[in-house]
């Protein structure tokens, strides 16, 4: 990791690590997906489940990612991917991150055109019940998801400290040909740095100390994203504990070349920062202040997806103690 992988106090960005995790899954799934078609195809990115930065990386270390398939449906398939960081003077590791990917093959015929997916030989029989089980349970989001997609973020004029106006920010990015694959469309991980930075901004701006991410929800790829589009990445603060802050951010594509068209909403995502001292501890984070009846439904909404969280830690940590 180089010093413009990472911010002013040496920790790698968030979106540094989520494009590596993507780049992993992408070639892993492109490569399962090409092993028994008779077309030719090119796996897109259309689901990260919940992504945990158990660990900050730091310029000088050397990151190593690993992906692993674990279940196939039909017309998708589930990469698993792991990050390790190294420290090259001593050679000891430790787990940074963990996350699911979730690609559906399109044909390079016709990139509309999604083809079926090779099977997955399973050790067990239980693993692809659970794959199912996981399956089922992100189409669900994904569907509950598309209905809240309406939301826009508005500027407010003299915002309040620590109101969500306050700290709510926006980044205009045009797509060039480096961003996207050779088919012409955007590199999901690509995308998910730019999210990353805006939210890191908007968890900046409220707590005016260094931030890191601490993770991911669910991100959705609602639709591709073409070369040429101009896209507007929006995030706004939605919810605080008293050491994390819950940052809600969407990407809006306009594909300016064809009027015909309009903007859509192509992706969205909530992200969790902590706020740290100089040293590397926690710091507490300030309250946000909700004004409207739309800021109060949003806090109460994240604050019940931080208790879920909280509570499946828990039985998770109780799991591993028993074992």
Same mark, same amino acid.
């Given at each position: 990791?180089?010093?413009?992988? %990472?911010?002013?106090?040496?920790?790698?960005?968030?979106?540094?690590?989520?494009?590596?995790?993507?780049?992993?899954?992408?070639?892993?799934?492109?490569?399962?997906?090409?092993?028994?078609?008779?077309?030719?195809?090119?796996?897109?990115?259309?689901?990260?489940?919940?992504?945990?930065?158990?660990?900050?990386?730091?310029?000088?270390?050397?990151?190593?990612?690993?992906?692993e398939i674990t279940y196939a449906s039909k017309r998708s398939v589930e990469v698993q991917v792991n990050v390790l960081?190294?420290?090259?003077?001593?050679?000891?590791?430790?787990?940074?991150?963990? %996350?699911?990917?979730?690609?559906?093959?399109?044909?390079?015929?016709?990139?509309?055109?999604?083809?079926?997916?090779?099977?997955?030989?399973?050790?067990?029989?239980?693993?692809?019940?659970?794959?199912?089980?996981?399956?089922?349970?992100?189409?669900?989001?994904?569907?509950?998801?598309?209905?809240?997609?309406?939301?826009?973020?508005?500027?407010?004029?003299?915002?309040?400290?620590?109101?969500?106006?306050?700290?709510?920010?926006?980044?205009?990015?045009?797509?060039?040909?480096?961003?996207?694959?050779?088919?012409?469309?955007?590199?999901?991980?690509?995308?998910?740095?730019?999210?990353?930075?805006?939210?890191?901004?908007?968890?900046?701006?409220?707590?005016?100390?260094?931030?890191?991410? %601490?993770?991911?929800d669910a991100i959705n790829f609602h639709r591709k994203i073409q070369k040429g589009c101009v896209i507007t990445v929006?995030?706004?603060?939605?919810?605080?504990?008293?050491?994390?802050?819950?940052?809600?951010?969407?990407?809006?594509?306009?594909?300016?070349?064809?009027?015909?068209?309009?903007?859509?909403?192509?992706?969205?995502?909530?992200?969790?920062?902590?706020?740290?001292?100089?040293?590397?501890?926690?710091?507490?984070?300030?309250?946000?202040?909700?004004?409207?009846?739309?800021?109060?439904?949003?806090?109460?909404?994240?604050?019940?997806?931080?208790?879920?969280?909280?509570?499946?830690?828990?039985?998770?940590?109780?799991?591993?103690?028993?074992?």
């Amino acid at each position: 990791m180089r010093p413009d992988d %990472a911010n002013i106090i040496g920790n790698v960005h968030g979106g540094t690590i989520l494009k590596l995790i993507e780049e992993a899954g992408a070639i892993i799934s492109t490569r399962h997906c090409n092993s028994q078609s008779e077309e030719d195809c090119v796996a897109a990115l259309a689901r990260v489940e919940r992504t945990d930065f158990l660990s900050p990386m730091c310029i000088g270390e050397v990151a190593h990612v690993s992906a692993e398939i674990t279940y196939a449906s039909k017309r998708s398939v589930e990469v698993q991917v792991n990050v390790l960081a190294e420290n090259i003077l001593n050679g000891d590791k430790r787990v940074t991150n963990r %996350a699911t990917l979730w690609y559906v093959p399109l044909s390079l015929r016709n990139v509309d055109k999604v083809l079926e997916v090779p099977p997955v030989q399973y050790v067990t029989e239980g693993q692809e019940e659970e794959g199912r089980k996981r399956y089922e349970a992100q189409k669900l989001e994904r569907l509950e998801t598309k209905e809240k997609n309406g939301d826009v973020i508005l500027p407010v004029i003299h915002p309040e400290p620590y109101t969500v106006g306050y700290s709510q920010s926006s980044l205009i990015h045009l797509v060039g040909p480096s961003d996207c694959t050779l088919h012409g469309f955007v590199h999901g991980g690509v995308t998910m740095k730019l999210m990353d930075e805006v939210a890191g901004i908007v968890a900046a701006r409220h707590c005016k100390t260094n931030i890191v991410t %601490a993770s991911v929800d669910a991100i959705n790829f609602h639709r591709k994203i073409q070369k040429g589009c101009v896209i507007t990445v929006s995030g706004r603060m939605t919810f605080t504990s008293n050491k994390s802050m819950e940052i809600e951010v969407f990407v809006d594509a306009d594909p300016i070349v064809e009027d015909s068209k309009g903007s859509y909403r192509a992706v969205s995502a909530f992200f969790t920062y902590v706020s740290l001292n100089k040293e590397g501890k926690p710091l507490p984070v300030p309250q946000l202040k909700t004004g409207s009846e739309e800021d109060k439904k949003r806090f109460e909404e994240g604050k019940g997806r931080y208790l879920q969280t909280k509570a499946k830690r828990q039985v998770e940590k109780q799991a591993l103690t028993q074992q």
